[in-house]
């Protein structure tokens, strides 16, 4: 499938050769750009790629000239690299000052879906997720539950495949289809490629094609009265509902001037194409009209009904947009894991919904305080697209804009318009659509709160209507295979991101019953003489920890939980850990570089800690601690390059001491 060369020979400057920076370059190189790399390294993991699908881009390393924005027309910054970083500034100081804008791929994914929106109608759902933990986990999940749900889908973002790449294959699978461009210059008489029957609507001026049952009256010039038939200026192809009730013709105001009495009558039958096919057609000529002037809405009353409209003032003929074209390979939705690297700066991304799962400490050397953190997180909602709100967060819950007044002009109040707000959380719902947690009898349900009354009358009511709520149970939180409160929560993320997009709820549920989780995050591995065994190395930061002893802790009590904990804590303060680790722990394994700090952290928790030299060590030493029915968890907290090569390692080691354990009790061979 074609794609515009709109950068046709212009000079690409891309920073950074990691995944998304190779992305971009054969982006921009797809798009017509001569590309320029630049990276740090000399040897880049991604140069053997770079320099084999695109010979011709030019790579370079090593100090950055800001003199090299000069040359440069599309600047494109890798999202591993800091704003803040120094061996950037200079060049990004001068970029600012030339009034060049630094991109990023979530950019240049934005307005590669804005362009095949205008080409070719592809308009797909975008469903996008952040949050300092639990991304990958709820984007999983969110994609499963549209797949589950029959519609096509891709998952891409921040642990990849990146969106660029994604986008990139999908379209070279995809056969072309015909642009607007294309269909706006197409023969009239081309029965192949034309709708069967519809009342094509241009600016002003209304023409009845082919197979659509027409009746004109002879007279051409006749004046406007209030039987004279127009159509609303707009540019639409319109399919006539041949299955809509038999209707009385539509009436609207048009200025003075001169216009065809053109009446278009829809018969009721009960099989579209025989009817299309016998109907008798006269062609009406196209005539122009002035635009028509709204009349004024009366302050006193709402107009709720079309009853009302029509009791009011004439009714303007609003035809519904065109469908979106269809496709055999482009998704019908995406599903976004994005970070606050991808995500900081970004303008023009627009998803159907978005969700922020929480935030806590991260990253806080990349963007330089908690505030510009969570400035980047709240990108993610775009201007129009639902929000899907933690309630549980303070944090999460204050991205949430204010509502925007609106002034009506010509004496009428201000209206307020508040964006589409879905919450969820670990609590029972308080508002019609949030989704949360009930627990009835010991027993945890996954629910959904409605209007008593929205079933049976369909209405929508305002949203401070103070009215009972009936509460939808949906899944025992037991049915889910992946274990912990928290995922519990990244369920009803998911739930709320789909149903967003009318995802209808029961092959929803199905499909989470199926999902088996992610390798290193709360991951099951086995249980030893009534002690299970859990490998969460994934949990590199205070808040994934915090998450999953809460989660995980919360299931299995009253028994508890032995944890391990340590390694590189990049500065994070630990104090967090401290009640969670008090309320579930039983004992608590230290390794690593800053195992002493994590120690002085949790001093007050009255909770047993052991340093060890060792991940096998402080493995043995958790089985000693743990009672029956206790849990292992291998949560650290910390990053893992003090002692590992990286987070996957780490659980390698832990997953082949746990199973060296089963062996020694005579559990496997």
């Known amino acids: 499938m074609d794609f515009p060369k709109r950068h046709q020979d212009i000079p690409a400057l891309v920073l950074g050769l990691g995944d998304s920076g190779l992305a971009m370059a054969a982006w921009a190189a797809r798009l017509g750009a001569r590309v320029t790399v630049w990276d740090s390294r000399e040897q880049p993991p991604q140069l053997g790629a770079l320099r084999e699908r695109l010979p011709d881009a030019r790579f370079i390393h090593g100090e950055l000239s800001p003199e090299w924005v000069d040359a440069a027309t599309l600047l494109l910054k890798s999202p591993g690299l800091s704003p803040l970083d120094p061996r950037l500034a200079p060049l990004l100081a001068r970029a600012a000052k030339l009034g060049l804008r630094v991109r990023g791929e979530l950019d240049l994914f934005a307005e590669a879906l804005a362009e095949l929106k205008a080409l070719y109608r592809y308009e797909p759902g975008v469903l996008a997720i952040t949050g300092t933990n639990g991304k990958t986990t709820t984007t999983s999940m969110t994609a499963l539950l549209v797949d589950r749900a029959g519609r096509r889908v891709a998952m891409a973002g921040n642990i990849g495949p990146t969106l660029l790449g994604t986008l990139a294959d ?33 600016a002003g001026v209304v023409r009845i094609d082919d197979g659509a049952p027409v009746a004109a009256t002879d007279d051409a010039t006749a004046r406007p009265d209030e039987d004279a038939i127009v159509d609303v200026a707009i540019e639409s192809v319109m399919p006539l509902d041949i299955d809509a009730a038999p209707s009385a013709t539509a009436r609207v105001d048009v200025a003075n001037g001169d216009v065809p009495n053109v009446e278009v009558l829809l018969d009721p039958v009960e099989d579209a194409s025989q009817a299309i096919a016998a109907a008798p057609v006269e062609r009406a000529e196209s005539v122009e009209a002035p635009a028509a002037e709204p009349a004024p809405v009366d302050d006193r009353t709402a107009l709720e009904t079309v009853a009302d409209l029509l009791d009011e003032q004439p009714l303007p003929i609003k035809p519904p947009p065109p469908r979106p074209a269809e496709f055999d390979v482009l998704p019908q939705v995406w599903v976004l894991e994005l970070s606050s690297f991808q995500l900081d700066g970004v303008a023009g991304f627009e998803p159907s919904a978005g969700a922020v799962l929480n935030i806590t400490q991260d990253h806080l050397d990349w963007h330089g305080d908690m505030p510009a953190y969570a400035r980047a997180k709240g990108r993610v909602f775009g201007e129009r697209g639902v929000l899907v709100i933690n309630r549980d967060d303070p944090e999460v819950e204050a991205l949430v804009p204010a509502p925007l007044v609106v002034k009506q002009g010509r004496g009428r109040p201000a209206k307020t318009v508040e964006r589409d707000v879905v919450r969820f959380g670990l609590d029972a719902p308080r508002r019609p659509g949030d989704f949360g947690l009930l627990v009835e009898n010991g027993m945890a349900w996954l629910v959904r709160a409605r209007e008593q009354e929205e079933e049976l009358k369909g209405l929508k009511r305002r949203k401070d209507d103070d009215e009972p709520l009936s509460i939808q149970r949906l899944m025992p939180a037991d049915a889910l295979r992946v274990r912990g409160r928290h995922n519990a929560a990244n369920a009803l993320a998911a739930l709320a991101l789909a149903s967003a997009i009318d995802c209808p709820l029961a092959p929803m549920l199905h499909g989470l019953r199926e999902y088996r989780g992610e390798p290193h995050r709360v991951e099951f591995v086995t249980t030893i003489k009534g002690v299970d065994f859990y490998d969460d190395s994934k949990g590199t930061n205070v808040g994934a920890t915090v998450a999953a002893v809460t989660g995980l802790g919360a299931d299995r009590a009253p028994a508890r939980l032995v944890m391990i904990l340590g390694g590189d804590g990049k500065g994070q303060d630990f104090s967090p850990l401290a009640t969670p680790i008090a309320l579930h722990a039983r004992a608590v394994a230290l390794i690593g570089r800053d195992a002493p700090q994590i120690e002085a952290a949790l001093k007050d928790s009255g909770v047993p800690m052991h340093r060890h030299d060792s991940l096998e060590a402080a493995t043995h030493w958790a089985l000693a601690q743990a009672h029956a029915g206790d849990s292992v968890l291998l949560s650290p907290a910390c990053a893992s390059l003090d002692m590992f090569r990286n987070y996957a390692h780490r659980a390698e080691v832990f997953i082949a001491t746990v199973r060296e354990l089963a062996e020694d009790e005579g559990l496997i061979g």
């Open 170 to 202: 999908a379209l070279d699978k995809e056969p072309q289809p015909r642009s607007r461009d294309e269909e706006a210059e197409a023969p009239a008489d081309a029965p192949a490629d034309a709708p069967e029957s519809a009342a094509v609507v241009d």
